[in-house]
Structure formats: structure tokens, C-alpha cells
T-cell receptor
């Protein structure tokens, strides 16, 4: 596609539920990144992939967070047993190898 | 963890004025990026810098990658109302297996007509 797309754009869930956030990168981009952005702050790195391989997951807050990119294109960020503190904007970005990163519109997650 | 110190935090300027903002770090990076974010939107890439000392322009925007690899600045000339928004610097040390971006806290640009 022309740009990075994310779905859903908005997700409201109850505490304790699992959520899955989807990212579709720019076609042909090797690398895919997940960030979390709090209001008034810059994005905070969570994890990234080169093709289907997860290269760095040091930014994932805890083991309730996981991500996959099984075919080296679309990626899913999963949060299990959501908590209110997980509420944030989750952003995906993609790049050609080690190049400038292009961001999607984000998914606004609200945990009640 | 790594941090980028971005300043100023906010700027109130008159239309037509030039704008300057910068980012510094205690760590060395080999890539610096500048983004603009409008309300409700994702960050939009403005300029990418890959070499120490590099000076790059994009229209009225000019950015430089500091020679020490620990800083970068962004200048906007002759500001116009659509320049309003939040500007973020971001940096990474690509190729070292940790390619996630570290972001500054942003500069809020407000333009008075």
C-alpha cells in the first residue's frame, strides 16, 4: 500500500481481556517497528522485526506483550490480560533496512 | 536508557519568523530524524540525516547532523500557519541490532498570525 496502515484505529476493551493490534507496512519494507506513545510524549520503542525475525524486544513492558510477523509482512501486537495502564496510542512504523522509519496512524487503545 | 534532550519545549512566534530547535544526547547515534506530528495523526518524516556533519534541506526546513554525532538541529525559515504542530527529533544507532528510535519530548510550535 501507499503508507503504513493500522487496525483498528480505536479499541475499547475491558480490563482482563486480550487485544490484538494489526499493522500493515509499506510494501517492500524489510523492517517493522512497534511503538507506544503517551499523550504529550514522543513514541517509545517496543520491538522490531527484520522480515519475520524479531530482532529486539527489549522495549516490551512485560510478558503480557508479544508481537509476531509470521510471513515478513503484516504484524500483530498482542496484549494479554489488559490493564488500565496499557491505555495508550500504539504506533507501527516500517522502513527499508535500517533506513528512515515511516509511521502509521496508530491504534488508540482504551482499557476500562 | 538513552535519552534525547530536545529544546525548546514550546515556541510562540509570529508568522514569518524563523524557528530553530535542537536535540542533544550523551550517546552517539549514526542516524538522526526529524518528524512533525499534527493532532490525531502519526509522526510525519521531515528530514533524515545519516552522516556526521551532514546539512540537509527540505523546502523551508534545514537540519544538520552534529559533527560529534551527539546532536542535531532543525531550522524552519519564514514560518507559516501550517507549520503549527509538534516537532520531534529521533535518533538511532542502526546496524547494531538495536534499530529502534529514541525520541525527544517534542517542541510545540505555535504561530501567532
Amino acid at each position: 500500500g501507499a503508507g503504513v496502515s493500522q487496525s483498528p484505529r480505536y479499541k475499547v476493551t475491558k480490563r482482563g481481556q486480550d487485544v490484538a493490534l494489526r499493522c500493515d507496512p509499506i510494501s517492500g519494507h524489510v523492517s517493522l517497528y512497534w511503538y507506544r506513545q503517551a499523550l504529550g510524549q514522543g513514541p517509545e520503542f517496543l520491538t522490531y522485526f527484520n522480515y519475520e525475525a524479531q530482532q529486539d524486544k527489549s522495549g516490551l513492558p512485560n510478558d503480557r506483550f508479544s508481537a509476531e510477523r509470521p510471513e515478513g509482512s503484516i504484524s500483530t501486537l498482542t496484549i494479554q490480560r489488559t490493564e488500565q495502564r496499557d491505555s495508550a496510542m500504539y504506533r507501527c512504523a516500517s522502513s527499508q533496512a535500517s533506513g528512515a522509519q515511516y509511521f502509521g496512524p496508530g491504534t488508540r487503545l482504551t482499557v476500562l | 536508557g538513552q535519552q534525547l534532550n530536545q529544546s525548546p519545549q514550546s515556541m510562540f512566534i509570529q508568522e514569518g519568523e524563523d524557528v530553530s530547535m535542537n536535540c542533544t544526547s550523551s550517546s552517539i547515534f549514526n542516524t538522526w530524524l526529524w518528524y512533525k506530528q499534527d493532532p490525531g495523526e502519526g509522526p510525519v518524516l521531515l528530514i533524515a540525516l545519516y552522516k556526521a556533519g551532514e546539512l540537509t534541506s527540505n523546502g523551508r526546513l534545514t537540519a544538520q547532523f552534529g559533527i560529534t554525532r551527539k546532536d542535531s538541529f532543525l531550522n524552519i525559515s519564514a514560518s507559516i500557519p501550517s507549520d503549527v504542530g509538534i516537532y520531534f527529533c529521533a535518533a538511532m544507532y542502526s546496524g547494531g541490532g538495536a534499530d529502534g528510535l529514541t525520541f525527544g519530548k517534542g517542541t510545540h510550535l505555535i504561530i501567532q498570525p
